[in-house]
């Protein structure tokens, strides 16, 4: 309806005065082609992610904290405490300034976990790691041999090499034989420690590599990255009455160690799923059955029910190897057990 005051003369005259640029026209956003070259940051600075908080990474770049964010570039890629991180925009580290990590350098050493053992859904938990430190209590909690198992499946597959850390062997000292009993046809380096003794022998372990500790709440873990690294401030706290350890931990973070090298202090875990690892994959741990374990048919899982296993055939009750199969197997069984179990 016309409006008050409004000529149709006028309109027609104002139509006939109109021209393209009276006319809004809004751009087209996908009408220009993205260009998949990406910057090559030639520029950029190698860190060393020491903590991951919600979308920012804490890195030590040339021995300066630098707080980053995730680049567009790198999309769903993860970043973890150990990756190795090439960073660009401000590296000054002073507060407030924010960098940006662009690219992820090629990792070894990944410890892999799933969320249990019908999940094949793995992660990352920490990455370049050299030594995968079982902290695990002789008691109060009591020593779980199904877990330590588990963690043991967990280096195998990463190809790191494994450290059992007895924790409270002033309480049940009588239970370190048994546990060695136990491992004793394992390639696994045994250690204990007390409260109130030096730390000599498990400093030297850790000397000059990437270490990270894993193992149940309670155990000790960040007590032990308290008394390494002076200054750590690592939360701790009591053991429930029911024997089960409080989660004080909430975080992953790396510490450098006095001595040399770096140790990885992980929240308390319940479970540890393998559900991505394979008997072959677990084979790489023990090189005198792998060279066996070629003649297998394919698909061979390796477990003496299928009576067609090259193991059985080739490693009989007397020989030398015949201890190593038990473990191995032992190992692998551990894989088909419930976390509730250990």
Not at 166 to 174: G, I, R, S, V, Y
Not at 182 to 192: A, F
Not at 216 to 232: E, F, I
Not at 298 to 315: F, K, V
Request: hydrophobic share 40%.
């Amino acid at each position: 309806m016309p409006q008050p005051g409004w000529d149709a003369a006028d309109g027609a005259d104002d139509e006939e005065e109109w021209d393209e640029d009276d006319i809004k026209v809004r751009a087209n956003r996908r009408s220009r082609p993205r260009t998949k070259i990406r910057p090559k940051h030639a520029h950029a600075q190698e860190g060393f992610v020491t903590a991951v908080d919600r979308g920012r990474y804490t890195c030590i770049v040339d021995g300066v904290v630098v707080t980053a964010m995730k680049a567009r570039e790198l999309g769903k890629q993860s970043i973890v405490v150990g990756d190795r991180a090439a960073l660009v925009g401000d590296r000054s580290g002073n507060p407030g300034t924010l960098a940006r990590i662009v690219r992820i350098e090629p990792r070894h050493g990944e410890l892999r976990r799933s969320a249990d053992d019908e999940n094949a859904t793995e992660r990352v938990v920490v990455a370049n790691v050299d030594q995968l430190v079982v902290v695990a209590s002789l008691i109060d909690p009591p020593l779980r041999y199904g877990f330590v198992d588990r963690c043991l499946v967990a280096a195998y597959d990463a190809g790191v090499a494994p450290v059992l850390c007895l924790t409270k062997h002033d309480l049940a000292p009588e239970l370190v034989a048994e546990a060695r009993a136990y491992y004793s046809q394992l390639d696994l380096t045994i250690t204990t420690t007390e409260p109130d003794a030096p730390l000599d022998d498990l400093v030297e372990l850790l000397r000059d590599k990437e270490n990270v500790f894993f193992g149940h709440s309670g155990v000790g873990k960040s007590t032990l990255v308290n008394r390494l690294v002076p200054g750590a401030g690592r939360a701790v706290s009591e053991v429930r009455s029911i024997g089960k350890g409080s989660h004080t931990s909430t975080s992953t973070v790396s510490f450098a160690l006095p001595g040399g090298g770096w140790v990885i202090d992980t929240p308390g875990v319940r479970s540890f799923g393998l559900a991505h690892v394979t008997a072959d994959s677990i084979l790489k741990a023990f090189p005198e059955l792998l060279e066996v374990a070629q003649d297998c048919p394919r698909g061979c899982t390796h477990t003496p029910e299928i009576g067609d296993c090259a193991l059985d055939a080739a490693i009989g009750p007397e020989d030398p190897r015949a201890g190593r199969l038990a473990s191995f197997r032992r190992v692998l069984a551990s894989l088909h057990e419930a976390d509730t179990k250990n």
